[in-house]
């Protein structure tokens, strides 16, 4: 069995980092590794699921600083049901495919004999982990999905929602809240907005949920088509755009079709004064695949430095974590890094909660029942817009030229979570 790379850490150093902390940390690969005292009531075994291979690769680069994170935060342990426990994390990467995502949440559940399962990053991840966890009574939390791809795309009865997964995120109305704002205060003569989504579970609820949105605020969508993922050519998508004279830009495409979009469109003549994106341009690495490309390209930032957030487990602030990962790893801050963190804040803090952290249907009812304030901000589970989802609010930033890193972010918009500091005026993504 080779060494399998996870976030730039090969399995061996990975394991060797766990293990310098005190801590047994297990990282599945071909097949799994069993470890020592998993059965033990003593342990509570965390299963984690992302993509840390393949297309969206971009949202798994902080994680395994985060395990270390983590079990860092806990290691002289935490009483949970009376007793001191310690946890275990196995770690399972998707390759950013959703049938590899069944796949290894299946090996989570009946090889490692999990206790709890947490996910992130997209629906293709975030939709098969959680539809195994329901199906196998398995305690539950998932982030970076939209939740109406979640809910909806599960299946999901309104007013009752699901009894062992939830999910926090946010969802159309808080992109709406986050966009709109922006392309506002956007000096266009008309309300068209170029609209590149694809034909996935992401792009549809962004076709259905935030289509309307924008045509009962005035805006109208000119949606490209629902191409198939993977596209190379996007001429077609390009030629309606220009005659729609749309000068905003929105999309929901994976990070790989979206650089390919933009460049073409950039040769083509295809200039839109503000482009607003989704999915994409999450993550200084994307920016840097672009180059001058990127220069004001707006989105969603739900998770940053300048959040005034802090941990749940030992105080430390959305700065500190940040800068602790920069220093580590020599890499910038990603914003998936508040979000992975907090998926462990919340599965730990249910642990604590239950009188039995080992009884998964009570478990699983304080994950639907958490209110916590943590690395993510204050997350509700109860508050809606379905039972067992926390909704967070995201602010709009564009990515500029950086000083210690080639691109940064600066937060240009904070009308849909004033607790954000502005740091800079928008600016046309096309001057």
């Keep these: 069995m080779s060494d399998i790379t996870i976030g730039g850490m090969n399995r061996r150093s990975f394991l060797g980092a766990a293990a310098a902390l005190g801590t047994t ?73 959703p049938n590899r995502a069944t796949e290894v949440t299946r090996q989570l559940i009946n090889s490692d004999k999990v206790d709890l399962i947490v996910g992130s990053s997209t629906p293709d991840t975030t939709n098969p982990v959680a539809d195994q966890c329901e199906a196998n009574g398995i305690p539950n939390v998932t982030t970076i999905a939209p939740w109406e791809a979640w809910f909806h795309g599960r299946n999901g009865k309104p007013g009752e929602g699901f009894k062992y997964t939830t999910l926090f995120f946010f969802g159309m109305r808080e992109f709406a809240d986050c966009f709109f704002p922006m392309w506002e205060r956007m000096d266009v003569s008309g309300k068209n907005v170029a609209a590149l989504w694809p034909n996935d579970t992401d792009a549809n609820a962004f076709r259905q949920g935030l289509g309307p949105m924008m045509k009962e605020a005035g805006y109208t969508a000119i949606d490209g088509g629902a191409y198939q993922n993977g596209a190379t050519d996007f001429t077609a998508q390009i030629a309606k755009f220009k005659q729609s004279d749309a000068e905003l830009f929105t999309c929901t495409p994976i990070p790989p079709d979206f650089q390919t979009f933009w460049k073409q469109a950039k040769q083509q003549g295809f200039k839109p004064k503000l482009a607003t994106v989704a999915k994409v341009m999450l993550f200084p690495s994307e920016a840097e695949a672009l180059g001058r490309l990127a220069d004001n390209i707006a989105t969603d930032f739900w998770w940053s430095p300048a959040h005034p957030y802090k941990s749940i487990l030992d105080g430390k602030t959305a700065k500190q ?56 901000g204050d997350l509700d589970f109860t508050a809606g817009p379905q039972p067992g989802i926390a909704l967070q609010h995201p602010v709009g930033g564009q990515w500029r030229k950086g000083e210690k890193f080639p691109w940064d972010v600066v937060i240009v918009d904070n009308s849909a979570n004033k607790a954000v500091p502005v740091g800079g005026d928008l600016k046309p993504t096309n001057a």
């Design 25 to 97: 940390t297990l990282v599945s690969a071909c097949g799994g590794l069993k470890g020592t005292g998993g059965s033990s009531s003593e342990v509570l075994k965390i299963g984690y699921v992302s993509p840390q291979t393949g297309p969206l690769a971009g949202f798994a680069t902080a994680d395994n600083f985060v395990v270390k994170q983590i079990q860092n935060a806990v290691r002289n342990g935490f009483t949970a049901g009376g007793v001191k426990r310690r946890i275990e994390i196995v770690v399972k990467d998707t390759q950013s495919n």
């Design 321 to 376: 974590l940040a800068d602790d990962f920069a220093a580590e790893s020599g890499k910038q801050w990603t914003q998936a890094l508040g979000s992975v963190y907090s998926l462990f804040e919340i599965a730990i803090q249910a642990f604590k909660e239950a009188d039995d952290p080992k009884d998964r249907d009570e478990v699983a009812a304080k994950l639907r029942g958490m209110k916590i304030n943590c690395m993510s």
